[in-house]
């Protein structure tokens, strides 16, 4: 039997995700997309006051997972570009707190799950790129402007720039540099800070102080990958061009 592409565990009112493609840097392929969308939705209902994301292997996440996209029509890659961008709006948006982890190289909408969450803690060895826009495709830039500001958006998604862990830290796409010895801890003090309002108080934080722009998002996201030839836009973009 194939090991689970998500480990999910339980500890009182914190639940754990883990990635668990190691051989494929942990990229979201339609299993793992949907294994994570049941997952948030689970804390949506059952009194989770912190989720936590992490990932096992050399990289948190290496996003989208474009094995197999040629066989894919075009009406299916765009419903796996729709899920992803579920998913990240209902952890951007969870009424719980979230933390995420992430350590090596992370790309594309690996890199949008990391900062949809509230508390961010890379490693020093850790590296983040968005490269979407090269092939046309608009995933998450307001959510990551609400991070780390318009310009800081623009720059690093205008010319699909590399972050180091520093530069990461500096523009808030990280909040935290910290090694996994350190990360028990870590979450330790974000559970403590999460448990300190009942689930009522913390909804109601959330909601006052996000800005809530789903229907734009999803209507950009939409709006590019239907653009004529994505499948095109994308194997230019892998070929290099």
């Not at 997309?33 to 996440?61: I, P, W, Y």
């Not at 890379?122 to 826009?133: I, N, S, V, Y």
């Not at 800005?211 to 194997?235: H, N, P, Q, Y």
Request: aromatic share 6%; net charge neutral.
């Amino acid at each position: 039997m194939s090991a689970p592409v998500l480990l999910v565990e339980r500890e009182g009112r914190i639940a754990r995700l883990t990635l668990n493609r190691p051989d494929k840097a942990n990229a979201l392929d339609a299993t793992l997309v949907e294994a994570l969308l049941a997952a948030v939705d689970a804390a949506h209902a059952d009194g989770t006051s912190l989720l936590v994301l992490r990932a096992n292997g050399k990289h948190f996440c290496a996003g989208f997972d474009f094995n197999g996209f040629e066989d894919a029509s075009e009406a299916e890659l765009l419903w796996r570009f729709v899920r992803i961008e579920q998913l990240l709006q209902r952890l951007f948006h969870a009424p719980f707190a979230t933390l995420s982890f992430a350590h090596g190289r992370n790309f594309g909408a690996g890199a949008d799950l990391f900062v949809a969450c509230d508390s961010r803690v890379a490693t020093a060895d850790a590296t983040f790129r968005m490269p979407g826009l090269r092939f046309g495709l608009q995933l998450g830039t307001r959510r990551l402007a609400a991070r780390v500001g318009d310009h800081a958006a623009r720059s690093m998604l205008g010319a699909s720039l590399t972050l180091d862990a520093e530069q990461a830290r500096t523009i808030r796409f990280a909040t935290t540099l910290a090694p996994s010895a350190e990360w028990p801890e870590l979450e330790s003090q974000a559970a403590a800070a999460a448990h300190a309002l009942n689930a009522d108080a913390r909804a109601r934080l959330h909601r006052a102080t996000t800005s809530d722009t789903r229907e734009a998002d999803m209507a950009d996201l939409v709006a590019s990958v239907t653009a004529t030839g994505i499948k095109d836009r994308i194997r230019a973009y892998r070929s290099g061009g």
